[in-house]
């Protein structure tokens, strides 16, 4: 197994979050360097995801860049984007250019699809 290079960071934290890193631990049977590493990597993770699911659901990327930038597969953000009900914006606009080009490129007649109206 390859260790990645680490660093060590120093960290004032208050007594609250101290004793709730204490309880963890103790529940857990850990130590306390090994709670806060694991709590750590889920909540970066957690941002990530968060905040490739809050600009996808923005129209500012797509679901395969909001799998990348979260660090996830396709399939897992495809999951947790339809857990969340989350949609990229799609306006009529869209739909309508959508549906004309479905309608050249598969040489459909109008009454196959509905008219496009702008």
């Known amino acids: 197994m390859t260790q990645s290079k680490t660093e060590q960071l120093n960290v004032r ?14 529940t857990e049977h850990l130590d306390r360097t090994a709670v806060l590493r694991k709590l750590l990597a889920e909540g970066v993770a957690r941002y990530r995801l968060d905040r490739a699911s809050r600009l996808y659901a923005e129209g500012h ?9 979260a660090g996830v597969s396709l399939y897992d953000i495809l999951d947790k984007i339809e857990r969340r009900r989350l949609r990229a914006p799609y306006s009529v606009s869209e739909l309508c250019e959508d ?11 109008a ?8």
Not at 111 to 118: D, E, N
């Open 111 to 118: 009454s196959t699809l509905p008219p496009v109206r702008r």
């Open 61 to 69: 990327i797509s679901e395969s860049r909001a799998a990348e930038l």
């Open 99 to 109: 549906l004309e080009m479905l309608r050249q490129r598969h040489d459909l007649r």
């Open 13 to 26: 934290l208050p007594q609250s979050l101290l004793q709730g890193l204490e309880e963890i631990a103790t």
